[in-house]
Structure formats: C-alpha cells, structure tokens
C-alpha cells in the first residue's frame, strides 16, 4: 500500500500529536512497548519503531505500514511505557490520518457482502476502519 501525502511533514506532525493527545519525541526507544504487544509478531514495524521513524520524519514509511492496522489497541504499550506514550492512540492517529485521506487497509463495504464474515469481527472492522 502505498501512501501519498497531501501535507507538508510541519503540518502532518502536528495534526499526529493533535488527533492522538501523544507526544512521541517523548519516547527514548526502551521496547517496553514491544516486549507487551500481543500483535507485534505480525507487525512490520514494531510499536517503538512506529515513534522512531515518527521522531525522524520518515511519515510516509509509518502510514504505508501494515502494523498501524494490525495493532488491537489493548493498550498494553501505554501501561507498560515508563514515559506513558500510548502508542495504540498513535496508531489510531495514523489511521485516521489515512482515512481522511480516502486510504484505508481493505474496502469494508466488500467484506459486508461476505455472509461467513463474523459479526463481532465486522463491528472491529468499522470501529477501526471508519472515521
């Protein structure tokens, strides 16, 4: 998946911090919230990565990641940060970042016509995946 942003890095890195309530510089790369995410297995990214690559502008290669949309948002990464970043706030961030931007992981509208689809995993869907 690739994304193309539409703002300059300033505004997108303002607009992060924003929508989310985070402040990722605040990180300084402990993995505290690696070492607690029940997904980071199926991350291309892992979770502290997300707030380096974040901190070194490198936006394009966090929204085009598949791990903004496989985090579960447990939380976990936020009560096991000692600085008290929530990460899966972040990852929400980056995701509505890319719906605004009409860019989503999967067109949920074909999943809906899918009768096998299961109906709790179909209300995760649009929880995550509408703005």
């Not at 303002?14 to 919230?33: A, F, L, P, V």
């Not at 029940?38 to 490198?58: H, V, W």
Request: glycine content about 4%; some cysteine.
């Amino acid at each position: 998946m690739e994304v193309h942003l539409k703002e300059p890095s300033p505004e997108l890195r303002e607009k992060i911090m924003k929508i989310s309530g985070e402040d990722y510089y605040r990180c300084y790369q402990c993995g505290e919230c690696t070492s607690g995410c029940p997904a980071a297995d199926k991350m291309d990214i892992m979770p502290n990565q997300i707030n380096m690559l974040l901190q070194l502008g490198e936006f394009q290669k966090v929204l085009s990641s598949k791990t903004i949309w496989i985090c579960v948002a447990c939380f976990e990464c936020g009560t096991r940060c000692p600085k008290n970043i929530d990460i899966a706030k972040i990852n929400e961030a980056l995701r509505q970042v890319n719906i605004r931007q009409n860019i989503d992981l999967f067109n949920i509208w074909e999943a809906v016509k899918n009768e096998e689809f299961p109906t709790v995993a179909l209300v995760a869907s649009f929880r995550k995946f509408t703005a």
